[in-house]
């Protein structure tokens, strides 16, 4: 089928001014709101889709295509662009044994979590509450080998979850009662007459208010006596432990935080914070960069830091004004990211119309996002992914090489679960085990039964690279094809067309969004 | 923007070039595309001397790493962690090394090993992410665009094309190799971006199944001339054309990432066998333990001693930030560390190879001189180890004073600054003009051998 395919689109629009609706489609002009624009939203709310979803949500028009992504909500009567689907909840229960408890304690329980993520991640009809999910696990960063608990850090995800498009103060608030995050940066050690700076000084630098931005050493130093008390204590029924303040570990002594002098508590921390006009600087920024495009300039950001300061601190209002914004569609903005690891993969997947994979498969997936750089629920470090070009190496461009060609071939490595426990190395040196094989014949399947080799190319460059390929490239896929008819679904035609497929998503052209 | 943030685009798009403009980004294409059709000029041969980095990152706590034995400061400010006398490893009458790195002492011992007094700069930074960025681009005041070893990439480490024009070519892609996912700060200069991968056996395309399908692969992971994605790609002559500039000489974002990606693609992919072939061919001399790092060690030994024109190598020991738990940790790190160190250095010695080797450590900050219960915070100067046949063994610098009235914020002062060591290696061992890299001179070290 064509991608300019606009034929559900009047029956749509009908539809939509029948029942009145709040968005209708008629209110963006045209020319304000192209099928490219549609696919370039997805791209980045979501986690791409296939091209009949991209027609539906260039349908919606683009204020309606935005508020279902942010809201879910359609007009009544408008089509959904993305299948609603029944995500299972994830089950986390705090063990009662010891042992249980020492168990959990091994990065192998966090499997199940990181594939239940996962899983949401391909199917859910709410992409982006999982892109802000990732978002926040790379800002408020934990990892499972510092916090050595599964459940814990399972608990904070259902944190990011929860907050995903909530609010970026009570978040902040959260996470200073958050298990996970009082272990990973050793807040468990900050004691009264013997306090730790790690939490203070990331929280300040990396989380709301950027590297030796409106603070000082002294602020640094005060905070973490501020914070002072706020730890994880088990117990026999949790012997994991929960967050729990200990005003006899706090430091009730007056301190004097961005001049003001008070017996701060931790909660006080983030209210002063908060207070400061840097926090919305600095996540508007972040939101900028992980969404629309590198180094944005302070009047690009302008109105994201303007929903942010007006909506005290609400994300949505801040990412409503950013994919409004001419900037997020220009010519900067498109095809100006790398894929992160996850998206890549994830995309790879939706863009092939995978959508039931088993827990082997999850495992696989997960495995193969990490040889790539990005093992989820363990970032580099503290500052979470750099992202950008510093996803690209030699050895990351291979992986995604390899991954992505395995998932059309029905070959992905590597299989264990243990592998998410290995470094690289050992990851690399897997078997490959697990299939999930694409469907040529349902993936083309509006081309007709036998296709010539030049349409079904420009469908699959239509679909995967979203934009046309230089003519010399699109001429090496071309002969890649061979010259013999093509006839869909016969198992001579599929391995061509995996072949082609293989090596159109192991291009440079492939790796941006 | 939060400047700490610049990704390598920020490099690559806004890094004031230290060669000329046309050695900006794409430019580097020409360096692959001789390697591409067996036109190598310069640099593409053996390296006399060979440089290792080793991060130690975190922050590795200098005072119980070499220990002042005889220092009362240094007992009192750690009842809990403090190392005593007797169960430390003797270096000589003051200094003694942690129990632990048993690998370390075998190597000073052998006359291979400098230990360098409190290192650091002026006003340390302890943030993790600054005063990373700090060592890594030998900026300690102003925000760097490009890492030292980078920048001695791109400045001493290119050549001229020997053809009509004699025009500046960049370094060979393999000049600096990391063995890690991402490319390390240090090693990204204003156009140069090293190697980085974590094994070489991850360095191959799996799934093309005939040679017809091998071949379609090399083209589309052949840069079109321009190095934009959108650009013909000139299939008889690989030396690109001029490259499309954007305003003042920077490039256009979409050329800047097409260039990066089409770039990176190629590089893997001649490359890839390059490393594969070359390490293969070599065989280790030396059992290594079985730690990552070890294992990190024994293939850079393997790389030294293969045909591979690399000059810098880049390994990373982490873990060292031990704000708490830091005896059981430390213990770990300073095994880890020692008997990789240790392996390295009997297999290069093997190899032939040690002569024409130097290791040098270091970490963003050394740890508050006073422990916090049962770690420590984040502190200023530490030891750092410069290893080799060709340095003079021993100590090198001044320890300073442990009375609390002269710590600096209740950490170790500094008294070397860390680019003294820069400006020593750059000049004695890779023998470049050190200003070209550094900006500036600094006081050299009595570290090499003459």
């Excluded at chain 1, 296939?50 to 349908?59: F, G, K, M, S, V």
């Excluded at chain 1, 949790?238 to 729990?244: D, I, L, M, S, T």
């Excluded at chain 1, 869909?488 to 061509?496: F, I, M, V």
């Excluded at chain 2, 005041?141 to 980078?150: L, P, Q």
């Amino acid at each position: 089928m064509s991608r300019r395919n606009f034929k559900i689109l009047p029956i749509l629009a009908v539809l939509s001014c029948l029942a009145g609706p709040v968005w209708a489609a008629g209110n963006d002009a045209a020319a304000d709101w192209s099928r490219d624009d549609a696919a370039h939203l997805l791209r980045r709310a979501g986690f791409s889709g296939t091209p009949e979803d991209i027609n539906r949500l260039h349908a919606l028009g683009k204020r309606a295509a935005v508020e279902y992504l942010i809201t879910g909500q359609l007009a009544k009567g408008a089509a959904a662009p993305l299948e609603k689907v029944d995500l299972p909840a994830l089950q986390v229960q705090a063990p009662a044994a010891a042992a249980a408890a020492q168990a959990a304690k091994k990065a192998a329980a966090l499997v199940p979590v990181r594939d239940w993520w996962v899983d949401r991640m391909i199917r859910t009809d709410r992409p982006l509450e999982e892109k802000m999910t990732l978002f926040w696990h790379g800002l408020f960063t934990s990892g499972i080998r510092e916090v050595k608990s599964a459940d814990q850090m399972a608990e904070q995800n259902q944190l990011f979850h929860t907050y995903a498009l909530g609010n970026y103060k009570v978040l902040a608030h959260q996470i200073l009662h958050d298990p996970a995050m009082l272990k990973y940066l050793n807040n468990n050690q900050n004691l009264r007459g013997r306090p730790n700076e790690n939490l203070a000084r990331e929280l300040c630098e990396l989380f709301t208010m950027g590297e030796g931005k409106g603070y000082t050493e002294k602020d640094i130093a005060e905070i973490a006596r501020a914070l002072t008390g706020a730890t994880v204590r088990g117990g026999v029924k949790n012997p994991q432990g929960a967050y729990v303040f200990l005003p006899a570990k706090h430091d009730a002594t007056p301190k004097t935080i961005f001049g003001k002098t008070g017996n701060f508590k931790p909660d006080d921390v983030v209210d002063l914070i908060f207070d400061q006009p840097e926090p919305a600087n600095y996540l508007a920024r972040k939101l900028w960069e992980f969404y629309a495009f590198p180094s944005p300039t302070d009047a690009d950001i302008a109105p994201v830091v303007a929903a942010l300061r007006d909506s005290h601190y609400e994300v949505a209002p801040a990412l409503r004004a950013m994919f409004v914004s001419p900037g997020f569609y220009s010519d900067k903005a498109k095809f100006a990211i790398i894929k992160s690891p996850t998206d890549q993969l994830i995309e790879t997947i939706r863009q092939l119309g995978i959508s039931t994979t088993t827990p082997q498969q999850l495992t696989a997936v997960c495995a193969a996002i990490g040889a790539c750089g990005q093992t989820l629920f363990q970032p580099p470090n503290v500052r979470g992914w750099p992202g950008g070009d510093d996803w690209i190496t030699a050895a990351t461009l291979y992986a995604r090489y390899n991954n992505a060609a395995a998932l059309v071939d029905g070959s992905i490595q590597p299989a264990a679960a243990a592998a998410n426990n290995k470094s690289p190395r050992a990851v690399a040196d897997e078997p490959r085990r697990i299939t999930i094989a694409s469907q040529p014949a349902k993936m083309f399947a509006d081309l007709g039964p036998s296709p010539t080799a030049e349409e079904l190319l420009d469908a699959a460059i239509d679909r995967f690279l979203e934009r046309p390929l230089h003519p010399v490239k699109r001429k090496v896929l071309l002969d890649s094809l061979g010259s013999a008819p093509l006839r869909l679904g016969t198992a001579e035609t599929d391995a061509r067309i995996r072949q082609m497929l293989a090596l159109l998503l192991s291009t440079p052209e492939y790796q941006v969004e | 923007m939060n400047d700490i943030f610049f990704s390598r685009r920020h490099f690559l798009s806004r890094g004031v070039p230290l060669l000329s403009v046309a050695a900006t980004v794409p430019a580097f294409l020409d360096r692959s595309a001789f390697a591409l059709a067996g036109d190598n000029p310069n640099n593409a041969k053996k390296a006399d001397h060979v440089l290792v980095v080793v991060q130690l990152a975190g922050g590795n706590d200098g005072l119980n790493t070499i220990i002042p034995v005889t220092n009362d400061e240094y007992y009192k400010a750690r009842p809990t962690i403090g190392i005593a006398k007797e169960n430390a490893l003797r270096l000589n009458d003051e200094f003694s090394t942690h129990p632990s790195a048993v690998g370390l002492k075998k190597v000073f011992d052998a006359g291979y090993l400098s230990i360098l007094h409190a290192v650091a700069y002026p006003n340390p930074n302890r943030s993790h992410f600054r005063a990373t960025d700090i060592w890594t681009t030998a900026e300690p005041e102003k925000v760097a665009k490009s890492g030292w070893i980078g920048r001695y990439c791109d400045a001493c480490c290119s050549g001229e094309d020997p053809g009509p024009g004699h025009k500046r070519v960049p370094p060979d892609p393999a000049t600096a190799i990391a063995l890690d996912l991402e490319p390390p700060t240090a090693m990204i200069g204003p156009s140069y971006v090293p190697l980085s991968f974590r094994s070489p056996q991850n360095l191959g395309f799996h799934e093309a199944k005939t040679d017809q399908a091998k071949a379609a692969f090399e083209k589309l992971n052949t840069p079109n001339s321009s190095g934009g994605m959108m650009d013909a790609i000139d299939d008889d002559d690989h030396r690109p054309p001029a490259i499309p500039m954007g305003v003042n000489g920077s490039l256009t974002q979409d050329a800047d990432a097409a260039a990066f990606l089409q770039r990176s693609a190629l590089n893997a992919r001649l490359y890839a066998d390059r490393i594969r072939k070359s390490t293969a061919a070599v065989a280790n001399k030396a059992t290594y333990p079985a730690t990552e790092f070890a294992q990190d060690l024994k293939l850079v030994a393997q790389m030294i001693a293969s045909d591979l024109p690399t000059r810098v190598f880049y390994v990373k020991l982490g873990g060292f930030d031990t704000h708490s738990g830091q005896i059981a940790r430390h213990d770990k790190l300073m095994a880890e560390m020692g008997d990789g160190l240790a392996a390295f250095v009997d297999d290069l010695k093997a190899l032939g190879q040690l002569d024409r080797t130097t290791l040098m450590t270091f970490s963003e900050f050394g740890r508050r001189v006073h422990e916090n219960g049962s770690g420590t915070d984040h502190g200023e100067a530490a030891p750092l180890f410069v290893i080799g046949a060709r340095i003079k063994p021993g100590f090198l610098g001044t320890f300073p004073s442990l009375d609390p009235a002269k710590l600096h914020r209740g950490d170790v002062p500094y008294t070397t600054d860390f680019r003294s060591l820069y400006a020593t290696i750059l000049h004695d061992w890779l023998a470049v003009d050190e200003t070209k890299v550094l900006g500036q001179q600094f006081k050299k070290l009595d570290l090499f051998k003459a």
